[in-house]
């Protein structure tokens, strides 16, 4: 049917008398167009706790970050993962960390972001970590064997796949709070927009019990930068994402 509809739509065009129905066709094939496009997550930030891209100067879309010390830098063009800036951290003496607030501290919270390091295998190497006030709820770090690891209170557990250097990957998140042991932490991995099936690693045992109010982009390493992109956060489920 798709190959057959252009030389139907010349058709039509060459009898002005079909013109309207053309004209139907072209916009029902353009709204067919958009539906199957939309179906990401980030095009635009409407609906989310938190969207940043760190375009222009400093942060975008009107949300409120802090840049702990100064080594954190919302201004990166060198290598940029999505637009023109990223988010790009070191540690100089402290970790590079910039912070913004979750509005609702949910207890159940979603979050994505594209990043990279430049060295896989420096331990320790913190990516993002969820927190309320100076407690912290969930961490993704890249450990010196080059694997993620997530830690959900006194439980962790790492990933499958060797994280490469200078290589973007696309991370989703997603923090449960305990209600006795039972806390859920799990991450999901690829090097595309599109949300794998399996995720990376899960635990279903995190003892972290309270909600999440704020977010840490972390460069906690002085040999290895951490780079990140396109941070999402929301109190539902986040699905692919925009390229
Ligand atoms: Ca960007
Ligand atoms: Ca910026």
Redesign the pocket.
Known sequence: MRKALPALLVLLLSCSAFAGDVRTILEQRSDQTMASTSTCYGNTCSDFLICQN??????DNGESWTDVYANSN??YTTTALRGA?SWYGYDTGSDALARASISGTPSEAWFFLRFQVTNSSASGNKIVTLRYGTTTRMTVEVLSTGYLRITHGISSKDGTTPIANSTTYYLWGYYKASTGGNGIATIWLNTSGTKPTDSEATLPDGSQTGSVDRIYLTGSLTTSATIIDQVLVDDSSIGDVCE
């Open positions: 760190f375009e222009g100067s400093g942060y919302p201004d800036e």
